[in-house]
């Protein structure tokens, strides 16, 4: 029999001390690490196990992977290659009867402030473009988590009724609509839940506000993509759980992607690591594959976030 690995669950970034106003960025750079443990426990043993991993984080001008490990339990051969958004995606194969798999992530990053500047105000006539239109076309349209359909135009017009007329200010706008009017609640959603569901439902998590927040922007006409990552939570409570967290850029010609959290309010900074980014869920899944077996009787997923030095 074959059966497909469940996915992690939905990130569970709790909002600890989520500002209700403006909160200052944090500007000093940051030495990360991070480890990400996910443990499959099978009913009965399985084989032939084909699995992808999207867990090592990226390297571009805010952040730099200096160190990277993956270990999979069973041993196995791990090979990677760049996905169509040039996501590092890690691929292995146990085809040895099994009753528990572990795939763990271990990484060092270094974090740095934004330095490109003040970003431009730009008005709809520069998403009009062919630019924009035709390099960006996948992140202008429905997607599998994310519709496009009426409700969500409507609530697009109740976040920004006048519509776009500063790309960055408006994204923010949609995104303090999202934190507004939607309840942080664990356990309300579960990692299949559409961005229509989020919208009916008035609460979900992080990863749901990131879905309804590119649905938002999209019906704009602004380019948006889901991001997933970790968050440094430096108000974590002694028994908070760590997880992996899920937001959203926008693109602003001239400038180039920006992030924002819904969930926190606030744009990303150096506390922010970008493990992917992809259209919605799923595209970025941190591990998903196939097997032949029984199925998957329990998921476990550990994740740490330390500041070194």
């Not at 609530?155 to 923010?172: C, H, N, Y």
């Not at 919208?199 to 590119?214: I, N, S």
Request: proline letters at 8%; aromatic letters at 10%.
């Amino acid at each position: 029999m074959n059966a497909e690995l469940i996915s992690e669950p939905p990130p569970l970034q709790h909002p600890t001390g989520a500002p209700r106003t403006h909160a200052a960025p944090h500007l000093d750079p940051l030495l990360l690490s991070i480890s990400h443990l996910t443990r499959y426990i099978y009913e009965g043993p399985v084989k032939d196990s084909f699995n992808e991993a999207r867990l090592q984080p990226v390297s571009d001008h805010l952040q730099e992977c200096k160190e990277f490990q993956l270990r999979i339990d069973p041993d196995s051969t791990v090979r990677d290659y760049p996905d169509f958004y040039a996501n590092c995606v890690h691929y292995f194969d146990v085809p040895i009867p099994h009753e528990v798999l572990e795939v763990e992530a271990i990484s060092l990053v270094q974090t740095t402030p934004e330095s490109r500047g003040p970003i431009p105000k730009v008005g709809p006539e520069t998403l009009d473009t062919p630019f924009v239109n035709e390099d960006h076309f996948d992140f202008l349209h429905g997607s599998e988590f994310v519709s496009l359909d009426a409700e969500v135009w409507r609530e697009s017009i109740d976040a920004l009724p006048g519509g776009v007329t500063d790309v960055w200010a408006d994204t923010v706008t949609m995104g303090e609509h999202i934190h507004s009017n939607y309840k942080y609640s664990p356990l309300s959603t579960t990692v299949n839940t559409r961005a229509i569901e989020v919208l009916k439902k008035k609460e979900g998590v992080c990863q749901d506000f990131a879905h309804l927040m590119l649905g938002l922007c999209r019906s704009h006409g602004i380019p948006a993509r889901y991001v997933s990552g970790y968050f440094l939570n430096l108000n974590k409570l002694p028994d908070e759980i760590e997880a992996s967290h899920a937001w959203i850029e926008t693109f602003i010609p001239g400038y180039g992607w920006k992030g924002y959290d819904p969930t926190h309010r606030r744009v990303t900074d150096t506390r922010y690591v970008k493990l992917a980014v992809g259209r919605d869920y799923g595209d970025i899944r941190p591990v998903g594959g196939t097997f032949r077996g029984k199925g998957t009787r329990k998921m476990v997923v550990e994740v740490s976030i330390r500041q070194v030095g």
